[in-house]
Structures are given as structure tokens and as C-alpha cells.
């Protein structure tokens, strides 16, 4: 079998229209073009024999090779360095962002090749496989140049330095020596079928491409607002959450990749390539608490034309998930002829659960859309048409947030969300003057509150649990205060917080659910969920619980991989799972900063903020 690298030994490149991820071992592995969620040119993760890759490795007859990876600060700039005993030499990947958001098939992933001490050898394969490796290819070879054409899309290779390129059937590869100081650059652009090549690339514009990239996330970060205690580790999630942003419509995909596993040889094999309508609104979220306010508005704008267009085939006003230019059709299929990651099967894109109804989406809408004060009237007007809808369509049960095939129930965090929309509306309504059956409205949202109460709270377990009819908790539910359903010290909350760290927690790390205890219709386990790890900290940080809230943090930012970026999931062993890398991850990190710097704010301006530590941390 071949080898396949850790999910986590990867960067990730981007031009905020499509995405890359880099192995630390220098392979191209996970690229689909033009967009986010087009089929594959590289899915060497998915089938390391058939799934294609772009690989620049050290020459192995050097000895020894010590690897190593990192991003140049505070950019997205993944710099792979090569250390034998002869020399260390470096490539810099980057793409550059597209300073004009219109959709394009044009498309450059820049790696620079340089040599920082002594000399080495490298050698340099480029195996691409159309349409996730179901398409055939053609090779047109030129001096410097190669042609890769499949159907929909052309790769073209082109090289600035000494690489002469060799056809191996209808791949290239190259081998060549860089000394101390010398640099080389190969290029890889998409184009649309048949068109002309881009021009040649000479290292003067290869560097000016450089430093515009650099430019360009410097810049961005300058409208941070954050000055907290790890500010490295926010800003990276705060750039990831930026990648995983399609530029064109302002539409955040939930990750990057389809098809990694939660369990390494299980089912739970799904494709994250697509705007969720909760996902997208707590990245923007995110985000705006960080002070970057024109991604939030992008998303606003999204939002709101798919409100425009107009009901689901199901009558629901949105559809859960939408590809990022807004088409909602996200049908299934499975690519039987990828051997999965790791045996991982099956490989799936496309999302089956697109048509599920999951009623929490209209309150993390409501959520984002709430937070401008420049309400548009016909934005407004389909907002009120869509709570309106929601008072006759909120008590119903629902596949809830962890989209499971087992069934409809009355979910609790489904309610708690409905009750935020219909908060949500009153407030904008009240604060914007706006017209509204606030009546109604106000009615709806205190049922809901009395549901839960009264449904949602099981007296035998002192929490508040999964559904109405189980004894089950769930970690989605640590939303709760943030939400402003409650006070985070509210007594019924605290029990709720202590019965998820008896029975979720294990060591920081957070099972969303007990899968054994609520069967969720798909075979296997899974890991622990890092969004819920994330929640957990920042429960714990409202709660009160500094100590172990910080510990936790802190605890959880080692799971990060080596520059600093989040899967789904943890495993057992510690190994990241699921599809890499996740806004959910990412955004929750963030709040959870957030609110332990503004916790720990608060208690430290106390004379004695240390009191009471050791009793907290046993």
C-alpha cells in the first residue's frame, strides 16, 4: 500500500477562490480547480496510486532528510525546508490573492525552490488526475513549459530556472541541483480548455508575486482588532477562516477537503466543500469580533440573495447547505474507484444531507444578519417573511445540527436556535423600526423559551439534554449562554456544564454526543469534536472556571499541527481527523480567546487574582 501522510501534515495555500494543502513532505496532494468544490486536479489524499499529486522532494541520495514547515508571519506563505548533511534548501508556496473578486478559471500556484547553505539536489513530479482521477489527459511538452489538458480545464507548468522537464507518459517530472544562493520557480495555472499559455514566468515577477502576497495578508491582518494573549494563534485562524472564504460571492466553505475520515477506515467520509448556512454564519462571526467587518458583509449580501431566490423544493425559506456560488444542488455520489484515505470508504462529494431540514439555521441567520445596523427594506422585508414563516413552522421535529440519519427529533439546540431568530427579530425590529407582527413574534419566542424549559430540561439528569425524549446530552448545547438564553452561572446551566464534564470530557478534548447511547444511523465511531472542545473552554471561561478553562486552552492549542491549523476531529492517539482544514474548528478557537482574555481581564484587575487557584484546578 502507499504511504499516506498524517491528515494534519499539512499547510494550506489559497487565493480566495480555490485552495491548496502542502504536505510537509513538499507534495501538492488536495487541489481542486477553478473553486473550492470543483472536481480534483490532486487527490493524492484520497488515493496516494491514482489521485495524483505535485511533488518536489530533496534527492534522497544526499542521505538523511530533515523536514520541516512553517508560514512566514502573519501571511499565507508555507515555506517546506529541506536539512541534510550537504545543504538545507527551501520552497515557498503561495498563491496570490485575486485582487479583483470575480469568478475566474485563471488560477497560479507559485513554488519558489532555493538553496540556503551548501547545495542539494531535487527532484520534481507533476501528476495531475482530472475530475478526481476519472478523467484521461493529455501532455504537450515545449522547452520549459508543459500543457496538461483534460476535459473542462487545462494545468499549464512552467519553469524559471535550470529544470528541463522529461514526459513520463503523460506526466513530467525534472531533477536538478541548486547551490547556495541560487533560486528556481515552477508554476502551476489553471486556464480554461484550449487557451493561450500564461506568460512565462522570470524571477522578477515571480517575486513581485511574492511580495504582493505578502502585501496583501499584511494589510488585511492591520484590521484586527484583537490585542489578546495569543494573538499568533488567532490571527492563523483568523487567515484560514479568511481561505476558506470564496472572494466572488463572500460564501465561507466549512473546509477544504471531501472524504477524509473520521474514523481512519470508517464511513463517516463526507464533503466539507460547501457554504452551511451556520457554519458560514459564525465564521463571519468570528471574524467580525476580530474586526474584520467587509467579510461579514459579503455574507449578509449572500444571505440575503438566497432568501431572494426564493424557498426550497421542500417549502423551507433556506436550504441547509449551498455550493458558494449559491446553486443549492449538492447531490450525492460516491467514487468507488478511490481506494479512501487509509482504506477510508467511501469516498464521497457531494451532500446528501443538503435536503435535510434543520430548523437551528434560522437562528444563526438571523444571528449574522442581525449584527448590521444597514438594513436594506427589501432584505428586511424577506427577513420578516422568513420569521413569519418560522411561527408556524418552529415546533417540528429535525435532523438537528449533527445532520444524523436516524431520524427526526425534537432536538433541543433546534429550539434554542428558533429562539434566537425570533430574539434576533424582535431586537432589529425594535431598534431599526422596522415593520413587524412583533405580537406574534414575541409570542413565538417565548414558547419556545417555555418549551425548552419545560421539554428540554430532564429533571432525572439535571441538564439539558439532546431531544425531548432522551437522557442523551449534547455538546451543541454549550452554545446555550453565548446565545443569551441564559446566564452562563445560571444554576441549571452549571448542572448542565457538570453533567457534560462527567460524561463528554475526556482530558479538555469533547465528544459532541454519545453515538452508543444515541444511535445516529451510520456505522463506526468517531473522534472528539474540536468546535465542541473550543465551546467547552469558553463555557467554562463564562462559567467562571479560569483556571481549568485556561488549562483546557492551552491543552487544546498542542493539538494544533505544526503550523498551527485544525481538522474535525482528535483521535484517541491525539491524530487530527475529518476533513482539514475546519472553520468550525477555527472559528470556535476564537471565541474561545476571546472570552478567556476577557475573563481573565476582569479577574486579574482584582487585587488578589491568583486566590483560589489550586482549589479550582483539583
Request: aromatic share 10%; hydrophobic share 45%; proline share 6%.
Amino acid at each position: 500500500m502507499h504511504a499516506y501522510p498524517p491528515i494534519a501534515d499539512h499547510g494550506m495555500v489559497g487565493d480566495l477562490q480555490t485552495a491548496a494543502l502542502v504536505s510537509s513532505a513538499g507534495a501538492i496532494d488536495w487541489w481542486c480547480a477553478p473553486r473550492f468544490d470543483s472536481p480534483s486536479l490532486f487527490a493524492a489524499l484520497l488515493d496516494a496510486e491514482r489521485g495524483g499529486s505535485c511533488t518536489i522532494t530533496a534527492d534522497p541520495a544526499a542521505g538523511p532528510v530533515t523536514t520541516k514547515q512553517l508560514y512566514l508571519s502573519d501571511t499565507a506563505v508555507l515555506i517546506t525546508r529541506f536539512m541534510t548533511a550537504g545543504g538545507v534548501g527551501e520552497i515557498a508556496d503561495f498563491m496570490e490573492p485575486l485582487g479583483d473578486p470575480v469568478a475566474t478559471d485563471r488560477h497560479r500556484l507559485v513554488r519558489v525552490v532555493r538553496v540556503v547553505r551548501g547545495s542539494m539536489g531535487f527532484a520534481f513530479a507533476c501528476r495531475p488526475r482530472f475530475d478526481y482521477a476519472r478523467a484521461e489527459h493529455t501532455l504537450e511538452l515545449g522547452a520549459g513549459a508543459a500543457a496538461f489538458r483534460g476535459p473542462g480545464l487545462d494545468l499549464h507548468v512552467q519553469v524559471s530556472g535550470p529544470i528541463e522537464f522529461s514526459a513520463e507518459n503523460t506526466d513530467v517530472t525534472a531533477h536538478f541541483t541548486l547551490e547556495a544562493g541560487s533560486t528556481a520557480a515552477i508554476v502551476l495555472s489553471t486556464a480554461a480548455p484550449g487557451s493561450a499559455p500564461p506568460p512565462a514566468p522570470g524571477s522578477g515577477s515571480v517575486f513581485a508575486a511574492f511580495d504582493t502576497c505578502c502585501r496583501f495578508w499584511h494589510t488585511w491582518l492591520r484590521g484586527s482588532t484583537y490585542r489578546g494573549r495569543w494573538r499568533d494563534m488567532v490571527h492563523r485562524s483568523a487567515i484560514t477562516l479568511k481561505l476558506l472564504t470564496y472572494a466572488p460571492t463572500g460564501a465561507p466553505i466549512a473546509a477544504l477537503t471531501a472524504g477524509l475520515p473520521e474514523q481512519v477506515g470508517g464511513e463517516r467520509n463526507w464533503d466539507y466543500r460547501y457554504t452551511w448556512i451556520r457554519d458560514a454564519s459564525l465564521s463571519v462571526r468570528a471574524l467580525l469580533d476580530l474586526g474584520f467587518t467587509a467579510e461579514a458583509q459579503a455574507f449578509r449580501h449572500w444571505l440575503r440573495d438566497r432568501l431572494e431566490a426564493g424557498g426550497t423544493a421542500s417549502g423551507e425559506p433556506l436550504q441547509i447547505m449551498y455550493r458558494v456560488d449559491g446553486d443549492p444542488e449538492l447531490t450525492e455520489e460516491t467514487l468507488d474507484h478511490l481506494a479512501g484515505y487509509r482504506g477510508s470508504r467511501p469516498v464521497r462529494i457531494g451532500n446528501g444531507a443538503a435536503g435535510q431540514i434543520q430548523l437551528d439555521i434560522y437562528g444563526e441567520a438571523a444571528d449574522a444578519l442581525a449584527q448590521t445596523t444597514d438594513i436594506a427594506v427589501r432584505g428586511w422585508q424577506n427577513f420578516a417573511g422568513l420569521v413569519d414563516w418560522l411561527c408556524d413552522n418552529w415546533d417540528r421535529p429535525d435532523e438537528g445540527v449533527w445532520e444524523t440519519r436516524g431520524g427526526r427529533k425534537n432536538f433541543t439546540y433546534s429550539r434554542l436556535m428558533t429562539w434566537v431568530a425570533f430574539d434576533r427579530a424582535v431586537r432589529a425590529a425594535t431598534a431599526h423600526a422596522r415593520p413587524a407582527d412583533l405580537p406574534r413574534w414575541t409570542a413565538a419566542r417565548d414558547a419556545v423559551f417555555d418549551q425548552i424549559l419545560a421539554r428540554g430540561w430532564n429533571a432525572k439528569r439535571r441538564a439539558f439534554t439532546q431531544h425531548y425524549d432522551t437522557e442523551v446530552l449534547d455538546a451543541a448545547l454549550l452554545l446555550m449562554p453565548r446565545m443569551g438564553f441564559l446566564s452562563p452561572r445560571d444554576p441549571d446551566w452549571l448542572s448542565t456544564l457538570d453533567a457534560m464534564d462527567a460524561e463528554l470530557v475526556s482530558d479538555s478534548l469533547v465528544h459532541r454526543y454519545d453515538p452508543a447511547a444515541a444511535p445516529d444511523g451510520l456505522a463506526g465511531a468517531e473522534g472528539t469534536f474540536t468546535l465542541c472542545s473550543f465551546l467547552y473552554v469558553e463555557a467554562l471561561a463564562r462559567a467562571g472556571r479560569l483556571t481549568r478553562a485556561r488549562y483546557g486552552f492551552d491543552k487544546m492549542l498542542t493539538y494544533a499541527n505544526h503550523v498551527g491549523l485544525f481538522a474535525e476531529e482528535i483521535g484517541p492517539s491525539g491524530e487530527q481527523l475529518g476533513n482539514f482544514p475546519q472553520a468550525f474548528t477555527h472559528l470556535a478557537q476564537i471565541a474561545a480567546a476571546l472570552a478567556l482574555d476577557e475573563e481573565l481581564d476582569r479577574v486579574e484587575s482584582r487585587p488578589d487574582p491568583g486566590a483560589g487557584v489550586a482549589a479550582e484546578f483539583r
